[in-house]
């Protein structure tokens, strides 16, 4: 870390002026003679303010002479400009014997500065000392620097100082007390919340394929009707939330008389003596305010990453149009992260034209997260071998979801030898959703034993469906211990299959107020059998007579079981199709009861097809209930195949009444065998008669 950094530097921020900006000026002129006529007479401080326009201009050699004369009589100006000088010409040591004795005399910057040199050999007592002179003193980079120092040392008083430097208007200062607000805000969130800081900005996916994003997003295929749980496949892409780095402080000069002099990587303090709005005065600020304003502000002067966070906010916050301003402020200062977040901004309100240019600035310049969506938008074209490219690019940049996306690829087009080897090289990286991804690979190809490890890596980082997964693992071998256990974690993180295995699970055991609780939750995610079963669960302990009349009266509002069972119905749930067909009958509504029974059966519910052959015959549509009662039995249905029999014996079919009898007999259930076999037997006694 160079204190006071280099001539380039000096020259390239503007603060040491070169000579032709001088000389061009004819007042700058006038009023350099002025001084140097009056340094030749003796005047001191003429000779330190000719020292140090000289040092602006970076003419050392003229600037030395006067800096040491000026010196020598006392003045505090010359003495931390002449250090600023030796300093520049690598005598460090001495540039600070004359910092040190500007400091004893009061000058705030040489404070600054003899405490940055302290703090460069590592000796922080002595820097801090220093720093905290200059700071209390109202030095904004003294301030500064000071926070600094405290805050790599974890020490509380670091806030104070980097707020006090923010007040004044360093742009840094600023940025880095939003950072640490947010960092006090996370620690503040309860354990579980699940709230993401400011930084999250929601990068959402790209439909139909691996995508990049922020937020983590779970795919979810839905459950079986009878509710056995699935193997939930490789998770969507996630990237991290944004990481800022600090840039290096500046180092400003205190007056008009002591030369500026600056350090850093071009994200310079802006100190520019205009007035600078104080965020906290006035109404009382809540803490995600508070890092709102300070963001603003340093976003205001120029700071790329303040900009940067500050569009996440306003993105999270749904102000999607000013967030696009911040974001397009920060990507033409060549902030890539920015240029990736304008870019999921456009896409989403579907300029995917735009979008793709943004991104493909930000992977041009190494970001990783927008090499990895440019893939995805390519692999939703059937682009293949240019998405692979861009993954690849993504991985070389660090991202490790860029291995990921190659292992879905792969596994999408049929090759699992090299979906494998990505899975795994993303898994070893840390990936927890490509260890997941690689479990279930292997779980495919039954390979149980080298599985679960991989879910239980998966799972213990934190992936919902890998806990999930190892449920179903234990479940499959009647460890419903350790598989309720697995399920109850993955509920408790928001899955709605597991909700509804933990659901299962407490009917079982007799806890219905928990099972209501889980069934609520799967059913809320939108579990069809979740809602079936709330239904069901629900139906129990209401007390309304059930075939939908009190004292002879129609009950025309409908129960909140109904109501469940109605969702499931509406998401294609049979057996709650039936349902809801029943208690629509039960009504006296037989063309809603209709309508249900009709749709159940179609999607090949037995139950559906009998009780809609049983509506259709008391409504006199015989020969239609005999085609859904026929379809019904020759698929399994015992009481179909009872009506069938009775309708071809009331018709004096006895053969065929016969036939289905037998068929009545062998599929049941024990009470429409008994009946069946009495009807078979008096049929037959007519057939022998």
């Avoid at 509710?227 to 490789?234: H, K, L, N, Q």
């Avoid at 059998?529 to 129990?540: K, P, S």
Wanted: hydrophobic share 40%.
């Amino acid at each position: 870390m160079d204190v006071m950094g280099d001539k380039a530097t000096l020259l390239e921020t503007g603060r040491l002026m070169q000579s032709a900006d001088d000389r061009d000026d004819p007042g700058a002129v006038a009023e350099e003679a002025r001084h140097r006529l009056a340094a030749e007479a003796g005047d001191v401080t003429s000779m330190s303010v000719l020292g140090a326009l000289l040092l602006r201009r970076g003419d050392f050699d003229g600037a030395e002479p006067h800096l040491r004369a000026a010196t020598a009589e006392g003045d505090r100006a010359a003495a931390n400009n002449l250090g600023v000088l030796l300093h520049q010409r690598g005598y460090a040591d001495e540039a600070a014997g004359w910092w040190r004795i500007a400091a004893v005399a009061g000058s705030a910057p040489a404070a600054h500065a003899l405490g940055r040199h302290h703090r460069e050999r590592g000796d922080e007592p002595a820097a801090e000392y220093w720093l905290r002179q200059s700071a209390e003193q109202g030095h904004v980079l003294g301030a500064y620097a000071l926070a600094d120092l405290l805050e790599h040392r974890s020490d509380v008083g670091a806030e104070r100082w980097m707020r006090a430097a923010a007040e004044r208007g360093h742009r840094e200062a600023a940025y880095r007390l939003a950072r640490a607000l947010e960092r006090r805000a996370a620690e503040e969130l309860p354990p579980g919340s699940g709230v993401q800081g400011a930084t999250g900005t929601r990068h959402r996916a790209l439909t139909g394929g691996p995508h990049t994003g922020r937020t983590p997003v779970r795919t979810t295929p839905a459950a079986p009707a009878d509710g056995r749980p699935v193997v939930f496949g490789a998770g969507l892409l996630r990237s991290a939330s944004v990481v800022i780095g600090i840039d290096e402080p500046a180092l400003d000069g205190p007056a008009a008389t002591e030369t500026e002099t600056a350090h850093g990587s071009g994200e310079r303090a802006a100190q520019d003596g205009a007035a600078v709005e104080d965020v906290t005065a006035g109404a009382q600020l809540t803490l995600a305010e508070e890092i709102e304003q300070w963001y603003r502000q340093a976003a205001a002067r120029g700071h790329r990453r303040a900009a940067l966070q500050l569009g996440a906010i306003l993105e999270q916050r749904g102000e999607l149009k000013e967030a696009g301003r911040w974001y397009l402020t920060s990507a033409k200062d060549g902030e890539p992260r920015a240029a990736c977040a304008l870019g999921f901004l456009l896409r989403d309100a579907g300029d995917e034209e735009n979008a793709s240019v943004w991104w493909l600035k930000a992977a041009q310049d190494g970001d990783g997260n927008a090499a990895n969506a440019l893939g995805a938008l390519h692999a939703e074209r059937g682009e293949t071998q240019t998405a692979e490219r861009w993954y690849r690019a993504a991985m070389d940049a660090g991202d490790v979801n860029g291995a990921y996306n190659l292992g879905l690829l792969c596994a999408e087009q049929g090759r699992t030898t090299q979906a494998e080897q990505w899975y795994r090289r993303a898994a070893y990286a840390g990936h927890r959703e490509a260890a997941n991804a690689l479990a279930v690979l292997l779980l495919q190809v039954g390979d149980t034993t080298g599985a679960e490890p991989w879910f239980s890596k998966a799972a213990e980082a934190g992936s919902v469906d890998a806990a999930f997964n190892l449920g179903i693992l234990h479940a499959g071998r009647d460890d419903e211990e350790a598989a309720l256990r697995w399920y109850e974690r993955a509920a408790k993180a928001g899955h709605t299959e597991a909700a509804l295995q933990v659901g299962i699970a407490k009917i079982r055991e007799g806890d219905l107020q928990t099972a209501e609780r889980h069934l609520r939750c799967a059913a809320g995610g939108g579990s069809a059998e979740g809602a079936y079963r709330l239904g069901t669960l629900l139906d129990r302990s209401d007390t309304r007579a059930p075939a939908g009349t009190v004292l002879g009266e129609a009950v025309g509002e409908k129960s909140e079981c109904e109501e469940w069972y109605e969702r499931a119905a509406e998401q294609g749930h049979r057996r709650a199709q039936v349902r809801v067909g029943t208690l629509a009958a039960a009504r006296g509504d037989v063309v809603e009861a209709a309508r249900w029974y009709r749709e159940a059966a179609e999607a090949g519910s037995l139950g559906g097809a009998f009780n809609l052959g049983l509506l259709l015959a008391r409504e006199g549509s015989e020969p239609e209930a005999l085609m859904w009662w026929t379809r019904a039995a020759e698929a399994g249905h015992g009481r179909a195949a009872l009506r069938l029999a009775l309708l071809y014996a009331r018709r004096g079919d006895l053969a065929e009444g016969q036939k289905w009898c037998a068929q009545a007999v062998r599929l049941g259930p024990a009470e429409v065998a008994e009946r069946a076999g009495r009807l078979r037997d008096a049929l037959q006694q007519e057939l022998t008669a």
